[in-house]
């Protein structure tokens, strides 16, 4: 009731706004503990975070797979995103602490193969993070947790900020062109002008 909130309602408000990353971390935790315990299972989570798409998740001696899937709505989320996800393949080179990342469209990762329920279609995407001892050891594992769990919406986000760009960049070209066609347009004659024959 909003008459009698709690004087710690500042705290109250902050564990509500983790319960999403907290019911993620539950799975996350369990697997990081099997790799960190080197007890690798062959058993693979599923987590439908989203309709129509799911994330999965195992654990191997020395790696965390985690694999995103993703529905693209439209063709040009599909374009836009497969350059977004070089970018992150490609930082691997430039910051060699970081996790690897695969990509591919259309067709489910080998590590899929048995699962039930994997969406297949060239506007579906998946995204593998292969997480190392580093990433889910206990001095790092809350922050990893904090940044995957958000991956989709991370993701679909920057999509529609590009394409945003893109269309601001668009109309701002057409209203130039439009200008200079308006200064190309020849002056209307007038009657004293066609009577000597003047022309534009």
């Known amino acids: 009731e909003l008459a009698s909130l ?3 309602k500042e705290a109250v408000a902050k564990k509500a706004s983790l319960l999403k990353r907290n019911c993620f971390a539950a799975v996350f935790e369990k697997y990081f503990k099997m790799q960190e315990e080197e007890s690798p299972s062959s058993e693979m989570a599923t987590v439908h975070y989203h309709e129509e798409e799911a994330m999965y998740i195992a654990a191997q001696s020395d ?3 985690i694999i995103f899937s993703t529905v693209f709505k439209d063709p040009d989320d599909v374009i ?3 350059v977004f996800l070089q970018e992150f393949k490609d930082a691997r080179k430039a910051h060699q602490q970081a996790p690897q990342v695969l990509f591919s469209y259309g067709e489910a990762p080998r590590e899929l193969a048995g699962v039930k329920g994997v969406l297949s279609g060239d506007n579906v995407g998946f995204v593998t993070f292969v997480l190392f001892p580093r990433h889910t050891n206990p001095a790092n594992r809350e922050n990893t947790i904090n940044l995957i769990h958000q991956f989709r919406t991370y993701l679909h986000y920057h999509i529609k900020c590009s394409k945003a760009y893109l269309h ?3 109309r ?3 209203s130039t062109f439009l200008k200079v ?3 190309a347009k020849p002056e209307a ?3 004293k002008d066609k009577k000597f024959g003047k022309r534009g």
């Open 80 to 82: 836009i995103g497969k």
């Open 63 to 65: 790696r965390v797979t």
């Open 189 to 191: 004659m007038t009657d």
């Open 181 to 183: 066609l308006n200064r």
């Open 172 to 174: 701002s070209k057409t």
């Open 6 to 8: 709690p004087e710690d």
């Open 168 to 170: 601001q960049r668009m």
